[in-house]
C-alpha cells in the first residue's frame, strides 16, 4: 500500500488514549501576595557545574494579577527578588498577558527601601489596579539553590513572599519527574524481588493483561502482537528437562535456539505465560526478554568509494572482488515495501541478481528477519559492498534474533563460503569486560580463514567505568552507593543533564566470576537531588548476569543522577556503564577517554572499524581526516587486556536507496546512510579487492589471512588522529589503492601531458612529460601502441620522452608499468590514453522526469551539445550533418522501470544494445556511427524518473455485523485518478494497468479483516 496517499472514512473510530504526564503547571509553587497578585516558581532547570564546580540554575518566575478592583488593589511600580551577592545574573523579564511596560533592571545588591539584598524591575506599569496581566522573570542562579524573598510595591501597598530552598528543589525534582518517564512501569522501590522472570518482563506481562497490546520500545521484540522473544537461562544440570518443559503446550515456547553450554534457552514466547516461569525455580536460574540489537541509522553510488580511493584501486589493479564472498549481518535485508525493495535495487543495478549486467549473482539470504519489518540497514551495507567490490558474491543473515542466534548465523556464513564477514549489531546484554558469545564466535570463524570486520558503535565517549567504592547507604537501600568522588570525599550523585528522546543505559561488571554467574548485586537508578530516587529496573543478580538496563524516554531538558547501589556482593567490583540510546551529557566525574568499544567489537581477531563522514576526508579537500563525534571510542580492558580498537576507520553519511532516517545533509535525492554501520562494510569491500589481487597476480593457492589483510590495511591506513595507533581512529583512514601497491603493480593513471605548445605535433619532434600517478621505477611511454624508445621515469608522477613527426590524427600517448618482481607477471600494465589534440565531446544530459504509480512511462528527453577546446555548441553550430545529427537524436533512452514499479527514483540511461553508449559492447556497423565515434567522445548524464504516489480515497461500504459474529463481506470503493474539480491532474493508465491496480488493493486492503470478531469496544481494524 505504499504507493498511495490514503484517505480513509471509517463509519466509527474508538480511540484510546492512555497517557501518564504531569502538567507543567502542577509543578510551579505559588504564593499569594494579596491585592490580587500572586508570585510562583514556574521553573528551576540544572544546567551545569562552572569551572569552580558550582551548579549552576535557570529559574524562572511568574508574576501574576487577576485585575481586582478593590480600592487596596493597586498599580505594580516595583518588584524585588533576593538573592546573596554575586550569585545572580542574566535577568530577563518577559511580558506574558497585558500590556506591560517596564523602566529598567537594577542588578543591586543594595536596594533602597526593600530589607533584603538582591536586584529589582523598576517603573513597571500596566499591571494592577484593574488591570490583569502576567508577566516573568528569568535569572541564573550559581552556587546552588537558596531561600529567596520577593517583595512587590503597589502604590503605597508592600507585599513579601518567602520561598524556602526546599521549594525550589521540589520544582526542580518535579520537572525530573514530569519530564523523565519510564519505558514501562518500574517496581515501585526500582528492584523487584523473589522473580526469576525480573522487572522488564513482569511490567510486559502487568501492560498486555490490561491493555491487549504490547510494544517494543527498544527493549523487547513482540512478535505477532502476543509474544515476546526472551531467553531463559537453566540450573545446571536441568538444562535438557527445562527445554522439554518449555516447549510444551503449557509454556508454548517456539522458534528455540539452544545453547548448553552457557545454558541459555531462546525463543518466541506468549506474553500472558510469562508468570508460568516464575513458578520453576528448581530449573529456571533467571530470566529476561532479549533486547533487540541495536544496529550501527547502480543508480546510488557511494561518496566511499572516493574518500578511500578503491575507485581507483579498482581501474589500477583491474580487481572488482571477483570470486570473493561477503557475508552481511545485520537487522534485516528486504522487510520493508512487501519485500520488493530488493528486487527494485536489482534493476537499478545497487545490488547484484538476475538483470544486474556487471554482477547477475543474487544475494545469498539465509535467512532475513523473521518477526515483522525492520529498518533493513542490512541491505545499504550491501550496496555500499557492491559499490567497493561490484563483482563479489554476497550473502545476507539476520543478526537481530539474539545473541545466540547472532553467533549462529556467524557460523552458518562462515559454512555457506563466505571469505569476509561483516556486521553492525551491539547487542546490550554481551559481556562488556570479557568475551562473549558473538565475540566467540568471531575468533572461531578467523580460525578458519574468514576476514571479519565489525562497525566499532555509534556511541561516542558516553560511559562510565571505575572500580566501585563505597559511600554511604541511600535511605530505602540496602547497601552502600557508589562514592563518584572517590576517597576522602563524599559524593553518591553523579549529575547528568538530558534531553528530548529515548535512553537506554546499560549497567555491567566483572567481580571474577563471569558475566552469567556474578556474585555481586549492583542496581542503577536515577534520582533527584535530594536523593528522592526516580525509577530503577533493577534485579537480584547473585548467580545471575551481572547487567542492569535503565530505559527511559525524556519529553523535555531535564536534569538528574545516576546512583549506582551495591545491594549484596563484595567491594571493589570493577563496573562499567554505556549509553546506548540518547544524548546525555555528564555534568561531573567524566572521562572522555573511557572506551564505548564494546561487545564483539572487542573481540581479538575482529577487525573494528570507525567512521569519519566521507566530506571529511583528503579526497574531499579535509587533510588530515576527521573522525565522526559519535564514533565509539576503544580502550576497553578485556581479561586484563588493552585490545587496541578500532583498528581502522572508513567513510560513512554516504548515499543508498534505504531510507534509516538520517538527514539528507548533501542535499542530493538519495538518502544518507551514517554511522560505523556504513564504515564497516567500505573496509569489507576494500578486503575483497585485497583478496581478488592475491588471487590474481601470485601463484595459484596462494591467499592473505585474516592478519595480513589486517596489517595490510593499518600500514597503509593515513593518519588521523596521533601518529601510529589511537583509540579514537586505530590506524587511521583506509587507503584501499596503497593497500593494492603492496601487492602487486597497478596500470598508471595518467592526467597530462606538458610540451612546448610552440612546437606542432607530428611535424615537429617533441620533448613529452607525461603526468600521472601510480607510475614505477620501471614505467615507460607509448606511442600510437607502440614503445617509445628512451623513455624514463623522473618521479613517482611524471615520466619523460621524446615523440618524432606522426601522421595519424588521435594518436594515443599512454604509459606502460612492468609487473612487480615478486606476482607472476600479469600486474601492471597500460594506462588510460591522452592525446595532443583531444577529440570533441557529444554530451547527451538526460532530464530528469516524473510520473505517479500507475501511469504509463512518459517519453524521455535530453539536451544535446558539443563540448570542445574552444567551448560549447550546438550539433548544428559545430558543423554535424543532418545524417549525424539525426543518429544522435535518436539514440534510445531507457529505464528499468514500467507502470507500476515502486514509487521512488528510477534512472534514465541511454540503451545498452546502442553502440553510441561508451559502456555498449555493440560494435558499430553502420558509417555513420563509425564516423561520429572517430570524431567524438560521448559523455552521457543519466537522469532520475521519480515514481510518486497516486492520490487514493478508500470508503467502506456499509454493512450490518451482529455482535459476535465473525467479520466477513465487507467491500470498498477504490477511489483514484479522480479529480473532477481539475480534471488536469488525472494521469493516464492503460486498462491492463488499471484491473491490476484494483484486483491488488482488493487483494492487500479488503482482505485485512479475516478472522476477526466483531466488538462493542471496536478498534481500528484496517491499516
Not at 521 to 528: E, G, M, Q, S
Not at 714 to 731: C, I, K, N, R
Request: charged letters at 15%.
Amino acid at each position: 500500500m505504499r504507493h498511495f496517499k490514503i484517505i480513509i472514512l471509517l463509519l466509527f473510530v474508538y480511540f484510546i488514549i492512555s497517557q501518564h504526564l504531569r502538567a507543567q503547571s502542577e509543578c510551579s509553587d505559588v504564593i499569594s501576595h494579596g491585592a490580587g497578585f500572586t508570585t510562583s516558581i514556574e521553573s528551576v532547570t540544572y544546567d551545569s557545574l562552572n569551572q569552580f564546580g558550582d551548579a549552576v540554575h535557570t529559574i524562572v518566575i511568574r508574576v501574576e494579577n487577576d485585575g481586582c478592583t478593590d480600592p487596596e488593589c493597586k498599580a505594580l511600580n516595583q518588584y524585588s527578588v533576593e538573592a546573596m551577592a554575586g550569585t545572580y545574573s542574566d535577568i530577563t523579564h518577559a511580558s506574558i498577558a497585558g500590556d506591560i511596560t517596564y523602566g529598567g533592571i537594577n542588578m543591586g545588591p543594595g536596594l533602597g527601601g526593600v530589607p533584603f539584598d538582591g536586584f529589582r524591575i523598576s517603573n513597571i506599569n500596566g499591571i494592577g489596579n484593574g488591570e490583569a496581566g502576567v508577566f516573568t522573570i528569568t535569572y541564573t542562579l550559581t552556587g546552588g539553590l537558596q531561600r529567596q524573598k520577593m517583595q512587590i510595591k503597589a502604590s503605597n501597598y508592600e507585599s513579601i513572599v518567602e520561598f524556602q530552598l526546599e521549594d525550589f528543589q521540589n520544582v526542580l525534582n518535579c520537572y525530573a519527574i514530569s519530564n523523565i518517564l519510564p519505558y514501562y512501569a518500574p517496581p515501585d522501590s526500582g528492584k523487584i524481588q523473589n522473580s526469576l522472570i525480573g522487572a522488564e518482563l513482569t511490567s510486559l506481562y502487568e501492560t498486555y493483561l490490561n491493555t491487549d497490546s504490547a510494544s517494543s520500545n527498544d527493549i523487547f521484540q513482540i512478535v505477532n502482537q502476543s509474544n515476546v522473544v526472551i531467553e531463559v537461562f537453566a540450573v545446571d544440570g536441568k538444562f535438557d528437562e527445562l527445554l522439554a518443559l518449555l516447549q510444551s503446550g503449557s509454556y508454548g515456547l517456539t522458534d528455540v535456539t539452544a545453547h548448553p553450554v552457557e545454558l541459555r534457552i531462546t525463543g518466541v514466547y506468549p506474553i500472558l505465560n510469562l508468570l508460568l516461569i516464575n513458578d520453576l525455580p528448581l530449573l529456571v536460574n533467571y530470566a529476561r526478554p532479549v533486547y533487540p540489537g541495536a544496529p550501527q541509522s547502480g543508480i546510488v553510488n557511494t561518496q566511499g568509494d572516493t574518500a578511500m580511493l578503491s575507485f581507483v584501486a579498482r581501474n589500477g589493479f583491474d580487481v572488482s572482488g571477483e570470486n570473493i564472498k561477503i557475508g552481511v549481518m545485520s537487522d534485516s535485508y528486504n522487510t520493508k515495501s512487501n519485500g520488493t525493495a530488493a528486487n527494485d535495487d536489482v534493476l537499478r543495478e545497487d545490488l547484484p541478481g538476475t538483470g544486474n549486467l556487471t554482477n547477475s549473482i543474487p544475494v545469498d539470504v539465509l535467512l532475513d528477519y523473521p518477526y515483522g519489518v525492520a529498518s533493513d540497514e542490512g541491505r545499504a551495507m550491501l550496496q555500499i559492498i557492491h559499490d567497493v567490490a561490484p563483482k563479489a558474491e554476497l550473502a545476507f543473515r539476520t543478526g537481530l534474533i539474539s545473541p545466540v542466534d547472532f553467533a549462529n548465523g556467524i557460523h552458518e556464513l562462515q559454512q555457506a563460503g563466505c571469505d569476509i564477514i561483516v556486521d553492525d549489531i551491539t547487542y546490550i546484554s554481551e559481556p562488556f569486560l570479557r568475551d562473549g558469545v558473538v565475540a566467540q564466535a568471531v575468533n572461531d570463524v578467523v580460525d578458519l580463514g574468514v576476514v571479519y570486520f565489525t562497525a566499532a558503535g555509534n556511541f561516542g565517549n558516553k560511559s562510565f567505568e571505575s572500580p566501585f567504592v563505597a559511600g554511604s547507604v541511600p535511605q530505602g537501600l540496602n547497601g552502600p552507593a557508589h562514592n563518584f568522588a572517590g576517597p576522602g570525599n563524599e559524593d553518591i550523585y553523579q549529575s547528568i543533564t538530558v534531553t528530548e528522546g529515548t535512553y537506554t543505559i546499560v549497567l555491567q561488571w566483572d567481580d571474577g566470576l563471569g558475566n552469567e554467574l556474578t556474585g555481586t548485586d549492583l542496581d542503577i537508578y536515577l534520582a533527584n537531588d535530594d536523593g528522592s530516587r526516580l525509577f530503577g529496573f533493577n534485579r537480584e543478580n547473585i548467580g545471575g548476569s551481572a547487567i542492569e538496563v535503565l530505559p527511559f524516554k525524556v519529553l523535555d531538558t531535564a536534569h538528574t543522577n545516576i546512583v549506582i547501589v551495591n545491594n549484596a556482593g563484595p567491594d571493589p567490583v570493577n563496573m562499567k556503564y554505556v549509553v546506548f540510546r540518547g544524548e546525555i551529557t555528564f555534568n561531573e566525574y567524566f572521562d572522555a577517554s573511557v572506551s564505548t568499544i564494546v561487545g564483539q567489537a572487542n573481540a581479538e581477531k575482529a577487525i573494528t572499524v570507525a567512521a569519519v563522514l566521507y566530506s571529511n576526508t583528503p579526497a574531499y579537500g579535509v587533510y588530515p581526516p576527521t573522525v565522526a563525534s559519535f564514533s565509539s571510542v576503544g580502550g576497553t580492558i578485556i581479561d586484563g587486556s588493552d585490545r587496541n580498537k578500532p583498528d581502522i576507520t572508513a567513510p560513512n553519511g554516504v548515499n543508498t536507496t534505504v531510507d534509516l532516517g538520517g538527514p539528507n545533509f548533501d542535499n542530493d535525492p538519495f538518502p544518507n546512510f551514517f554511522g560505523t554501520s556504513a564504515s564497516a562494510p567500505h573496509v569489507a569491500g576494500v578486503a575483497a579487492l585485497l583478496l581478488q589481487a592475491k588471487a590474481k597476480f601470485y601463484d595459484p593457492g596462494e591467499t592473505l589471512s585474516p592478519v595480513e589483510i589486517k596489517d595490510i590495511l593499518q600500514a597503509t591506513a593515513v593518519d588521523m588522529e596521533s601518529p601510529g595507533f589511537d583509540p579514537l581512529t586505530g590506524a587511521g583512514l583506509v587507503n584501499a589503492t596503497d593497500a593494492l601497491l603492496t601487492l602487486a603493480s597497478p596500470s598508471p593513471l595518467i592526467t597530462d601531458i606538458v610540451y612546448d605548445t610552440t612546437l606542432n605535433p607530428g611535424e615537429d619532434t617533441i620533448s613529452l612529460t607525461v603526468i600521472g600517478q601510480y607510475l614505477t621505477g620501471g614505467s615507460q611511454i607509448y606511442f600510437n601502441g607502440l614503445l617509445l624508445e628512451g623513455s624514463s621515469t623522473e618521479s613517482v608522477d611524471m615520466v619523460t620522452g621524446t615523440i618524432p613527426p606522426f601522421d595519424e590524427r588521435y594518436p594515443a600517448i599512454q604509459v606502460y608499468n612492468p609487473p612487480n618482481t615478486q606476482t607472476n607477471g600479469t600486474d601492471g600494465g597500460m594506462s588510460n590514453s591522452l592525446y595532443f589534440s583531444t577529440k570533441p565531446t557529444i554530451v547527451v544530459n538526460i532530464a530528469d522526469t516524473s510520473k505517479k504509480y500507475a501511469e504509463v512511462l512518459p517519453d524521455f528527453d535530453a539536451s544535446y551539445s558539443v563540448e570542445s577546446v574552444n567551448g560549447t555548441y550546438s550539433l548544428n553550430d559545430f558543423g554535424l550533418s543532418e545524417l549525424e545529427i539525426a543518429r544522435v537524436l535518436s539514440i534510445s533512452l531507457i529505464t528499468v522501470a514500467n507502470d507500476t514499479s515502486n514509487v521512488g527514483l528510477w534512472e534514465i540511461k541511454p540503451s545498452m544494445e546502442d553502440p553510441l553508449n561508451p559502456l555498449s559492447n555493440t560494435l558499430p556497423t553502420d558509417p555513420i556511427d563509425t564516423n561520429l565515434l572517430y570524431n567524438f567522445n560521448f559523455d552521457f548524464i543519466n537522469g532520475l524518473l521519480s515514481i510518486d504516489k497516486l492520490d487514493l480515497t478508500i470508503i467502506p461500504k456499509d454493512t450490518t455485523i451482529i455482535y459476535g459474529d465473525t467479520l466477513y463481506g465487507f467491500d470498498y470503493y477504490y477511489i483514484y485518478n479522480n479529480d473532477t474539480i481539475d480534471p488536469a491532474n488525472n494521469v493516464l493508465i492503460s486498462e491492463p494497468v488499471n484491473q491490476a491496480v484494483l484486483n491488488a488493493l482488493r487483494q492487500s486492503h479488503a482482505t485485512a479483516l479475516v478472522n476477526a470478531v466483531a466488538t462493542v469496544r471496536a478498534t481500528a481494524l484496517v491499516n
